[in-house]
């Protein structure tokens, strides 16, 4: 943070894991609450978020809370389910294979012209950022992202992040490719063992044939791990279908557990 430029921004884990949840108030705008997309857009996540869940067994309201947005919040809590468990997506990509690429350079003009396209998809990586508020990149420089997501738009954004960089090395002679680890880990889980999580996610992504991977982990604050990779094609594609599925309540919240049942047997 202290290197992270001017003013930097760095969301609390609960705000990230907030996303999906003031996403889906944002749609259903209420009647009733006044200024209501003002008032998410001035408190963003955490507001309605950390009131919801955290504080609703609370006698009352932190006291940064003035009394028209403890009213709101009262009239959000009855009028709409709580959000769910605060779960979040931390992501690390790498560029694969940069040896290689680096050792078929020739020439000083060479070695600049590819320090400018890492230097280019470091800064595609932060305008995208800046334009989805809700996407916190920690880090971009060189080849490497760390970033920490919201669900609803983690896989998306990881996505982007490869294009990105795909762009950048378009007509490289020896083009890398880019590898991304994600976790999708509890707020409230030391960050540091998320991060730890989210380097061996990402080793598992580079141990796939040829890289060019995605490997996600989804880790409960109970239970075992799921852990799934593959390449970026056909791998996310079917994870946006699988999401896409659920989101329209197509397939239901047990279909997954029915079918690992199956294969189990």
Request: with cysteine; glycine share 6%.
């Amino acid at each position: 943070k202290r290197f992270g430029g001017e003013n930097p921004k760095f969301d609390s884990t609960i705000d990230v894991a907030a996303g999906p949840y003031l996403e889906r108030l944002r749609q259903l705008n209420p009647a009733g609450l006044k200024s209501f997309e003002g008032y998410l857009n001035a408190h963003r996540n955490s507001i309605p978020f950390s009131y919801g869940y955290l504080y609703r067994h609370e006698s009352r309201a932190p006291k940064e809370f003035g009394e028209e947005h403890v009213v709101a919040l009262d009239q959000i809590s009855r009028e709409f389910p709580e959000p769910k468990p605060p779960y979040y997506a931390f992501l690390l990509g790498d560029g694969d294979n940069m040896g290689d690429t680096i050792t078929g350079l020739k020439g000083k003009p060479d070695h600049q012209n590819f320090s400018e396209r890492l230097s280019r998809f470091a800064a595609a990586v932060r305008a995208l950022a800046a334009q989805h508020e809700a996407w916190n990149v920690v880090f971009a420089g060189g080849d490497d992202v760390m970033a920490l997501l919201p669900l609803h738009e983690a896989l998306e954004a990881a996505r982007q992040f490869r294009k990105c960089f795909d762009d950048a090395v378009a007509d490289l002679p020896k083009r890398p490719t880019f590898s991304v680890g994600m976790v999708i880990a509890h707020a409230l889980e030391p960050l540091s063992e998320v991060r730890r999580l989210a380097k061996n996610a990402e080793r598992q992504a580079k141990q796939m044939p040829h890289k060019n991977a995605l490997a996600v982990w989804a880790v409960p604050r109970s239970g075992a791990p799921v852990k799934a990779s593959g390449h970026w094609e056909p791998f996310a594609d079917d994870l946006r279908t699988a999401v896409q599925l659920y989101r329209d309540q197509t397939i239901s919240p047990s279909f997954a557990y029915s079918l690992r049942d199956l294969l189990d047997t």
